[in-house]
């Protein structure tokens, strides 16, 4: 599990530091952590655990942030994910607000990409039932892991949540193909 770790010079009051590190946290959603002295957000599963920890001591900033998953802090980059790239934007608005660049905390923009896999997923699914009278379920699982973690926050969360909708049908009529196939036999 590998951190990304960035320092800020501020010379600023403590007091005035903290209060806008508590400000990301609120804008955010982060919240202290149980387990130690970090702050946390997400449920890992659907959108995954991101964390955050600082420490401000003789004027400068040191924080780490980190995922349950691999990051390159090498290139000062996530790797990988629509989550990861999510979370990097809300670093870096973290740093625009820190450091006084902005007198807000700017709005994250989240990837409407997700959604449109996930639509290429559902008229993929839509074939393979037509062509083959078969559903799979790898399908709208992978629709789902592309789409609900930054779909449902993007300017596009209509067209998400018909897609998760439709994918959910997907599973309920997997489920019921399997029951009605087993009471056959």
Not at 18 to 32: L, N, P, T, V
Not at 65 to 85: C, E, Q, R, V, Y
Request: net charge positive; glycine share 8%; charged share 20%.
């Amino acid at each position: 599990m590998a951190r990304y770790v960035k320092t800020l010079t501020l010379n600023k009051e403590p007091a005035q530091v903290e209060e806008r590190i508590q400000h990301f946290f609120k804008s955010y959603g982060f919240a202290s952590s149980k387990k130690g002295d970090w702050y946390e957000k997400g449920k890992g599963f659907w959108e995954a655990k991101r964390n955050f920890s600082y420490r401000y001591e003789n004027g400068v900033l040191t924080y780490e942030a980190w995922l349950n998953k691999n990051m390159d802090p090498s290139d000062g980059k996530f790797t990988g994910s629509m989550i990861k790239k999510a979370y990097m934007a809300e670093l870096s608005s973290f740093d625009q607000f820190i450091l006084g660049q902005t007198a807000s905390l700017p709005e994250v923009k989240y990837s409407t990409g997700g959604i449109y896999v996930g639509l290429a997923l559902i008229v993929l699914q839509i074939l393979l039932l037509v062509s083959t009278k078969m559903v799979s379920l790898y399908l709208p699982f992978a629709a789902l892991l592309f789409t609900i973690p930054n779909g449902t926050k993007s300017k596009a969360k209509v067209l998400a949540w018909i897609v998760i909708g439709i994918n959910i049908f997907f599973i309920i009529f997997w489920l019921l193909n399997v029951c009605f196939n087993m009471a056959i036999r």
